[in-house]
């Protein structure tokens, strides 16, 4: 058991996948199934190992850095391929009730895909690797938003086409100036070679800019609502939760090993953008008048939050951020799989009409409202406890305007939820007989929901899983 | 085994599961929920009675589960808890029948009933907190399963209440996030302890523990409707009136008001918050919130709003207990967090019965009613005497340590405070009686339904009589062993320095 | 004899019987005030009085400590109260009789149970022990009888009703806070330790005051009497006779049992109240003659002799050796006024009913008083249109404001148009290369100062 390499496994196991499902078109769902339940399994076993051992570091092939490719498994990595197991697990169940048969044979293969390159980039060790990972993701995703047909969904994944490329373009040229710079690619060597130049600077300034991008941090979000709300649900939750969270992991891995933290004014920007993307975010899921534009914008807030911890910079910060991101990959799937279920239903998702839909979904209604608490970062959830260590991180570190915005952001997401919620109390009777949605599709949202609650209860463990492999350094800046 | 360690935990669980449980039971399903309601609510009166009997033995209830590094969730089972605990949880009972009767034949019960669990369970969880984030925790899980109750006949009036409550209980949450975060990074502890455990911070963080208390309490005073923080609670009454009763006397408000008591007295201590001078500000407050309250009372026509800004006034008195630094003030304060409960939970019952079986909403329409429903007006009639004050009902025990208590402590404006609201009290509630008793009924009702020979239904009309039987209980053997009085007495010796 | 309270068996048992006894003077007419409770009797008002009949019966001085009971309360019946249990059980019973009286037809459950809980009020009263007790049960004696007054009446009894009732909650509360001054200076509140420590407290003045003025208006003492007059005039006859008995009798007991007279010294408040006193036996006398109604002439009465209980009490102030020495003859004269005032009552009534005097009722309907006892209502009406009117109006302004605020839509239109502006392509571009410029020279400023 030891010796298996899950690491790698999680990352063949989907292509196989997508293989399979390309070939047998018929048997597409049934086979994404199980290869998703083996995902999960590999998931679970490199948790083991690395809980176990520490830190895993693969060579493929045999060859380590600088030459070859290696893998590496730390806690943060870690963490990110389990939840992405998690909530894959839940797209693939609901994706198997959600699509017809025509859509179902692009679906999958893709999915397949998109999946195993996210295993691979959490996994990468590498800077170039990272880029590759990158790129097959975000073709990948736009595929999968363009699924839908329709203009609006064309406009939205070509939209995102071109953002997607702009970013790679940007990240790209920073990891050419790097090789130029110090002739390797791996992050841990690039760590210890790192020193400032002109050149790191423009690097850094560009895959930055060309992260955040992807990472639609605020004003840089103009794109991410209309292509996620424009995507079929299952691929609106993959990208809400998933994609865009890659691309703030490679921000993440760069910001602490490769160019170490020198500009406390960088941070500031950046947690002055994430304020802004908080409360604009908020602001404007508030004046939506369309469910899934609601849950897009919601997305735009919490990503904000995310780069809150880059001002504070402490341990606690960080593991509030990437608590966060934890909690809410999996709340704002939940969400978005009970509003595919909602506009299956009800034919539309105007959130003025909701209450004779909402009233026949109590499962979904409560898989939102569920996924809702949390995304409010109300106890007991994952986003409290988030938003507690990022309070807590702001207090210590002496900067509680940033507490203001946690604050803020936080009664803007209970209005924008509440908005929602408030419309399954009604006295209005069914006016029509609507499509039934099959049980799989409302039980995924609710389970996703509840594992993000549960977050909020066996927060000692993820945190404790966290610290595997010091990805924060261990010490607190703060 | 023992189960010392998880008897806490059973509680909140025994409502929990409950409820839980209930969400999934078909509507048509009444027989079965009723069961399960009653049963959940009999377990836990039967466990909170193990608990009472164990911490007069001097056993130790303690569920401990870490839940952040350095913190844990924690439901201890003190002095103090007991006495919520109890209250909460025997009119769980009461107001559990009662809503059955209510209820009966409305649709969405189901829903109802299972965020009613929820509601009570969070409450359990309030009262058992052993430290300042697991209040925060259950506090905020009450805010959460109380929306749907309050919104649920879903009507334009209904919505506009929810919003009006989660607008102000949110916005209190976080503020009370804020202040607990703040004092976190402090004083690296948040848990609860007889007479506080911030006083040896006091040097040095002396403004910002005044700063913390005022976020604290304001985050706490939404719930319990302190003013200006109070406008949420009578547009609420448009809710069903189980759950006006859950709000005003089991739940909702309790829980705020219980609050402050952990924070003045396990918290900060109550000595070290006097000598921080935060208390006579808080007293101020509670003594404006009284006047006003019953001020607006007294021109209200719709009883239960009437009702409401009552309680907008009496809550105060525990606050103003609490605030007045003084042993016998705060038995006063925590003994009327019981009498309070029990006295306005019959006057919302019986306002309940008086909608539900002649259409009743106005005080205007309430003449002789007293001839038609005379059980129930009986049962208003002695909750309302003891909101009045009048001896030998719950509320005068309540009025004369408070009273008495503000001489103690030398704050004799206080006395003016409380003269004053019994005047105003008995300028709100006395009318109604006389219309009730004294006035010729009308030849209709709005809105009549038959009982039979009854009055009304047998399980609208017990809850209403067995509480006021309880007020009547409460003030008569005030100084029986095991009554609320005698335990207040208790917390107020473990509350004070010797 | 002395055997017989020497064996502890015995004692025991003798014990038990008191509290028994003691408990259902007031208990069981508690009971018979639930309408259930007392379907089935006959004579319910009567069967009520049985435990007060019995305990006159008994000869010995019992009391009893209830420390279960309120705050620790007792019972007890000696020399003094066993006169005006004695008085008290004659009325009632009168009263009781007459209660069916006028139509012949049993009276109604609501004057029931009002008759009964009063029943309670002042019986527990009269046997009260301590001040705790006492003025629990006059309170319930107070709304008790603000029920008698008003119940199956038309609009005069109910005037009569309301400036009861007013004088009732004014009196409670300043009693309240005698209570209170009282339980701040001494633990046990027993009259005689009351009346003990408040004399030796500094200032016992406000004290005496809150009581003074406290029974006074349950009384109707002169200047405070106003319910008086429209009270008798009112009156069903069966409460006509009670007036004497119980409200007036019960509040000049609670004077004379809660003010320190005979203990404290104080020649110049003594003086005023003798002054007060006889200003009230003159003006008994003018109103009385000056409106000369049949049916007003116990109220008139009662005024005259509350004046002179007054101007007992006055000179028991100034001169304690005085109140020392004739004191105890305060009960006697309570136990007579109520007798005389029952009897003056009925008589009145008697003759009323055989003469039947047009032009007495028509100046009765007419209601017209001295402007000196409408300033209560006066009172009222002026606060409710001055100050507690404004304050919803206040807000509702307010409130006004706040939404034609939330209508202006230039929030709106600045979120939407900066929104759709943030969507333009060129505009994106343009930023998202300002972005990094500013990333490059964040980086390459802090590396410089760095």
């Known amino acids: 058991m030891a010796a298996i390499p899950w690491g790698v496994m999680a990352i063949l196991l989907p292509?196989?996948?997508?293989?399979?499902?390309?070939?047998?078109?018929?048997?597409?769902?049934?086979?994404?199934?199980?290869?998703?339940?083996?995902?999960?399994?590999?998931?679970?076993?490199?948790?083991?190992?690395?809980?176990?051992?520490?830190?895993?570091?693969?060579?493929?092939?045999?060859?380590?850095?600088?030459?070859?490719?290696?893998?590496?498994?730390?806690?943060?990595?870690?963490?990110?391929?389990?939840?992405?197991?998690?909530?894959?697990?839940?797209?693939?169940?609901?994706?198997?009730?959600?699509?017809?048969?025509?859509?179902?044979?692009?679906?999958?293969?893709?999915?397949?895909?998109?999946?195993s390159a996210l295993n691979a980039l959490f996994l990468s060790a590498d800077i170039f690797n990272l880029y590759v990972t990158l790129e097959l993701l975000g073709l990948a995703a736009v595929a999968l938003v363009a699924l839908a047909g329709g203009a609006d969904a064309?406009?939205?994944?070509?939209?995102?086409?071109?953002?997607?490329?702009?970013?790679?373009?940007?990240?790209?040229?920073?990891?050419?100036?790097?090789?130029?710079?110090?002739?390797?690619?791996?992050?841990?060597?690039?760590?210890?070679?790192?020193?400032?130049?002109?050149?790191?600077?423009?690097?850094?300034?560009?895959?930055?800019?060309?992260?955040?991008?992807?990472?639609?941090?605020f004003p840089l979000h103009f794109w991410l609502p209309p292509a996620h709300a424009s995507a079929p649900a299952p691929v609106s939750a993959l990208l809400s939760a998933l994609v865009v969270k890659a691309s703030f992991y490679i921000l993440l891995r760069l910001w602490l090993d490769v160019f170490p933290v020198t500009a406390a004014g960088l941070g500031?920007?950046?947690?002055?953008?994430?304020?802004?993307?908080?409360?604009?975010?908020?602001?404007?899921?508030?004046?939506?008048?369309?469910?899934?534009?609601?849950?897009?914008?919601?997305?735009?807030?919490?990503?904000?939050?995310?780069?809150?911890?880059?001002?504070?910079?402490?341990?606690?910060?960080?593991?509030?951020?990437?608590?966060?991101?934890?909690?809410?990959?999996?709340?704002?799937?939940?969400?978005?799989?009970?509003?595919?279920?909602?506009?299956?239903?009800?034919?539309?998702?105007?959130?003025?009409?909701?209450?004779?839909?909402?009233?026949?979904?109590?499962?979904?209604?409560?898989?939102?409202?569920?996924?809702?608490?949390?995304?409010?970062?109300?106890?007991?959830?994952?986003?409290?406890?988030?938003?507690?260590?990022?309070?807590?991180?702001?207090?210590?570190?002496?900067?509680?305007?940033?507490?203001?915005?946690?604050?803020?952001?936080?009664?803007?997401?209970?209005?924008?939820?509440?908005?929602?919620?408030?419309?399954?109390?009604?006295?209005?009777?069914?006016?029509?007989?609507?499509?039934a949605v099959p049980a799989t599709m409302e039980w995924a949202a609710l389970v996703l929901a509840l594992v993000a609650i549960l977050l909020g209860l066996v927060a000692p463990w993820p945190l404790a899983l966290m610290e595997i492999g010091l990805p924060f350094g261990g010490e607190a800046a703060g | 085994m023992n189960w010392d360690g998880w008897l806490p935990l059973l509680i909140v669980l025994s409502s929990l599961s409950v409820g839980l449980v209930i969400f999934f039971l078909p509507e048509e399903r009444v027989a079965t929920r009723t069961t399960l309601n009653l049963t959940g609510a009999v377990l836990k009166l039967v466990l909170v009675g193990v608990i009472i009997w164990g911490v007069v033995h001097r056993h130790h209830y303690e569920t401990r589960l870490p839940l952040l590094p350095g913190l844990d969730l924690v439901l201890r089972a003190d002095a103090e808890s007991v006495l919520f605990v109890t209250l909460s949880s025997g009119l769980w009972l009461v107001t559990t029948v009662y809503a059955i009767g209510y209820l009966e034949g409305?649709?969405?019960?189901?829903?109802?009933?299972?965020?009613?669990?929820?509601?009570?369970?969070?409450?359990?969880?309030?009262?058992?907190?052993?430290?300042?984030?697991?209040?925060?925790?259950?506090?905020?899980?009450?805010t959460l399963a109380t929306y749907p109750l309050i919104v649920h006949r879903g009507t334009d009036a209904a919505h506009q209440a929810g919003r009006a409550y989660l607008t102000y209980t949110i916005a209190g949450g976080a503020l009370l996030l804020v202040g607990t975060v703040w004092l976190y990074g402090i004083a690296g502890s948040l848990e609860f302890s007889y007479r506080g455990f911030v006083a040896e911070l006091a040097d040095g963080h002396r403004a910002a523990l005044i700063a913390i208390f005022a976020l604290l309490i304001a985050g706490l005073a939404v719930k319990a409707a302190l003013v200006p923080f109070h406008s949420w609670l009578p547009q609420a009454m448009v809710a069903p009136a189980p759950v006006s009763a859950l709000l005003?006397?089991?739940?909702?408000?309790?829980?705020?008001?219980?609050?402050?008591?952990?924070?003045?007295?396990?918290?900060?201590?109550?000595?070290?918050?006097?000598?921080?001078?935060?208390?006579?500000?808080?007293?101020?407050?509670?003594?404006?919130?009284?006047?006003?309250?019953?001020?607006?009372?007294?021109f209200q026509d719709d009883l239960k709003r009437r009702l409401a800004f009552s309680t907008v006034s009496q809550v105060s008195y525990i606050v103003l207990g609490i605030a007045l630094t003084g042993p016998i003030a705060t038995i006063g304060g925590l003994v009327h967090l019981v009498h309070q409960g029990v006295m306005k939970i019959t006057l919302f019952f019986c306002a309940g019965n008086l909608a539900e079986t002649l259409g009743i909403h106005k005080v205007s329409e309430m003449n002789g009613v007293g001839r038609r429903m005379p059980w129930t007006m009986a049962a208003f009639t002695i909750g309302a005497f003891g909101m009045i004050g009048a001896p030998p009902l719950a509320g005068f025990i309540s009025k004369w340590y408070l009273g008495l208590g503000a001489l103690d402590a030398g704050q004799g404006w206080v006395i003016f405070i409380l003269a004053g609201s019994s005047l105003l009290n008995a300028g709100y509630f006395l009318p109604i009686l006389y219309a009730a008793w004294f006035k010729a009924p009308p030849d209709t009702w709005p809105a009549e339904r038959s009982f039979g020979r009854r009055e009304t239904a047998w399980a609208l009309l017990a809850p209403p009589v067995v509480t006021a039987l309880l007020t009547l209980a409460l003030g008569l053997l005030a100084s029986a062993p095991f009554s609320p009085l005698q335990w207040a007495r208790s917390i107020t010796t473990l509350e004070y320095a010797p | 004899m002395g055997a017989f309270y020497h064996d502890p068996g015995i004692r025991a048992v003798n014990d038990v019987l008191s509290v028994i006894l003691l408990l259902s003077v007031p208990g069981l007419p508690l009971l018979l005030a639930f309408p259930a409770l007392r379907s089935r009797l006959s004579w319910p008002c009567h069967i009520a009085l049985l435990p007060a009949v019995v305990l006159l019966a008994v000869p010995e001085v019992v009391s009893i400590e209830v420390p279960w009971l309120l705050l620790g309360t007792g019972l007890g019946i000696d020399a003094a109260s066993r006169w005006l249990l004695a008085m008290s059980v004659v009325l009632?019973?009168?009263?009781?009789?007459?209660?069916?009286?006028?139509?012949?037809?049993?009276?109604?459950?609501?004057?029931?149970?009002?008759?009964?809980?009063?029943?309670?009020?002042?019986?527990?009263?009269?046997?009260?022990?301590?001040?705790?007790?006492?003025?629990?049960?006059?309170?319930?004696?107070?709304?008790?009888?603000?029920?008698?007054?008003?119940?199956?009446?038309?609009?005069?009894?109910?005037?009569?009703?309301?400036?009861?009732?007013?004088?009732?909650?004014?009196?409670?509360?300043?009693?309240?806070?005698?209570?209170?001054?009282?339980?701040?200076?001494?633990?046990?509140?027993?009259?005689?330790?009351?009346?003990?420590?408040?004399?030796?407290?500094?200032?016992?003045?406000?004290?005496?005051?809150m009581v003074l003025v406290g029974y006074a208006l349950k009384a109707g003492v002169w200047p405070l009497h106003f319910w008086l007059p429209l009270a008798f005039r009112s009156a069903r006859p069966a409460v006509a006779l009670l007036l004497g008995g119980v409200p007036i009798a019960i509040g000049l007991l609670g004077m004379v049992r809660w003010a320190p007279v005979g203990e404290i010294n104080f020649p110049d408040i003594g003086l005023i109240i003798q002054g007060l006193g006889l200003a009230a036996m003159l003006y008994a006398v003018l109103a009385g003659l000056e409106r000369a109604q049949l049916k007003l002439?116990?109220?008139?009465?009662?005024?005259?002799?509350?004046?002179?209980?007054?101007?007992?009490?006055?000179?028991?102030?100034?001169?304690?050796?005085?109140?020392?020495?004739?004191?105890?003859?305060?009960?006697?004269?309570?136990?007579?006024l109520g007798f005389g005032l029952a009897g003056l009552a009925t008589a009145i009534r008697w003759l009323e009913a055989r003469y039947h005097c047009p032009a007495m009722l028509a100046r009765q309907a007419d209601g017209s008083n001295p402007w000196f006892e409408r300033w209560p209502g006066a009172v009222v009406r002026w606060a409710a249109r001055m100050g507690f009117d404004t304050l919803p109006r206040l807000r509702a302004s307010w409130l006004a404001e706040v939404g034609r605020l939330r209508q202006v839509r230039a929030w709106k239109r600045m979120l939407d148009g900066s929104e759709r502006f943030l969507q333009r392509w060129t505009f994106a571009i343009t930023l998202f290369l300002l972005l990094g410029m500013v990333v490059v020279a964040f980086v390459g400023a802090s590396s410089w100062i760095g």
């Open chain 2, 248 to 298: 005003h006397a089991v739940a909702v408000v309790k829980a705020g008001a219980f609050g402050i008591v952990r924070v003045v007295y396990d918290v900060y201590g109550i000595e070290f918050a006097a000598g921080l001078g935060v208390t006579l500000p808080l007293a101020t407050v509670a003594a404006v919130t009284i006047i006003y309250g019953s001020m607006r009372a007294l």
């Open chain 3, 92 to 209: 009632w019973a009168a009263a009781a009789t007459l209660l069916h009286a006028p139509t012949g037809q049993p009276a109604d459950d609501c004057l029931t149970t009002c008759f009964l809980l009063t029943l309670v009020g002042s019986l527990g009263a009269i046997l009260a022990t301590d001040q705790v007790g006492f003025f629990a049960f006059s309170t319930l004696m107070g709304y008790g009888f603000y029920g008698l007054l008003v119940a199956g009446g038309d609009e005069a009894p109910r005037r009569a009703g309301r400036v009861y009732l007013g004088i009732l909650i004014l009196a409670d509360l300043a009693l309240f806070e005698a209570l209170l001054i009282a339980a701040e200076t001494i633990e046990d509140l027993g009259f005689e330790a009351v009346r003990h420590a408040v004399a030796r407290s500094p200032s016992p003045g406000l004290y005496l005051s």
């Open chain 1, 268 to 435: 500031q920007l950046l947690g002055l953008l994430g304020a802004a993307a908080v409360l604009w975010g908020g602001l404007q899921a508030l004046r939506q008048t369309r469910l899934k534009m609601l849950i897009a914008y919601s997305t735009v807030a919490q990503l904000g939050y995310l780069f809150l911890a880059f001002p504070l910079g402490s341990n606690v910060a960080w593991q509030g951020a990437l608590y966060l991101l934890l909690s809410h990959a999996l709340a704002k799937a939940a969400m978005f799989m009970a509003a595919g279920n909602i506009l299956c239903f009800g034919g539309h998702d105007r959130i003025a009409d909701l209450d004779r839909v909402a009233q026949r979904l109590p499962l979904s209604l409560a898989a939102f409202g569920l996924a809702g608490v949390s995304i409010m970062g109300l106890p007991p959830s994952g986003g409290f406890i988030a938003k507690w260590l990022l309070l807590e991180a702001a207090m210590r570190s002496g900067q509680w305007w940033w507490v203001i915005i946690l604050i803020l952001g936080g009664l803007l997401a209970a209005a924008y939820v509440f908005k929602v919620i408030g419309y399954a109390f009604t006295q209005a009777v069914m006016t029509h007989e609507a499509r």
């Open chain 1, 154 to 217: 064309l406009t939205g994944a070509m939209r995102y086409l071109l953002v997607s490329l702009l970013g790679s373009l940007a990240y790209l040229l920073g990891v050419a100036l790097l090789y130029h710079s110090f002739g390797c690619l791996d992050i841990a060597l690039l760590a210890e070679r790192m020193e400032p130049s002109p050149a790191v600077m423009a690097a850094m300034g560009l895959m930055s800019a060309g992260l955040l991008l992807k990472t639609a941090l």
């Open chain 3, 297 to 336: 002439l116990p109220a008139y009465a009662a005024i005259l002799a509350t004046g002179l209980f007054a101007i007992a009490l006055g000179t028991g102030l100034a001169d304690p050796a005085a109140w020392n020495r004739y004191g105890d003859l305060a009960h006697v004269f309570i136990v007579s």
């Open chain 2, 106 to 142: 409305s649709p969405h019960r189901s829903r109802f009933f299972g965020f009613f669990s929820l509601c009570v369970a969070a409450t359990v969880g309030v009262a058992l907190a052993g430290n300042l984030i697991t209040f925060l925790l259950f506090y905020e899980l009450l």
């Open chain 1, 15 to 115: 292509l196989a996948g997508a293989m399979a499902c390309f070939l047998s078109p018929r048997r597409a769902s049934p086979l994404g199934l199980i290869t998703a339940l083996g995902v999960v399994a590999c998931a679970a076993g490199l948790g083991w190992q690395v809980a176990e051992q520490g830190a895993q570091r693969y060579a493929i092939g045999g060859w380590g850095a600088p030459l070859g490719i290696d893998l590496y498994a730390d806690g943060l990595s870690l963490l990110m391929l389990m939840v992405t197991a998690v909530v894959g697990l839940g797209i693939s169940v609901y994706s198997s009730g959600y699509f017809n048969r025509e859509k179902a044979v692009n679906f999958w293969p893709l999915w397949m895909f998109l999946w």
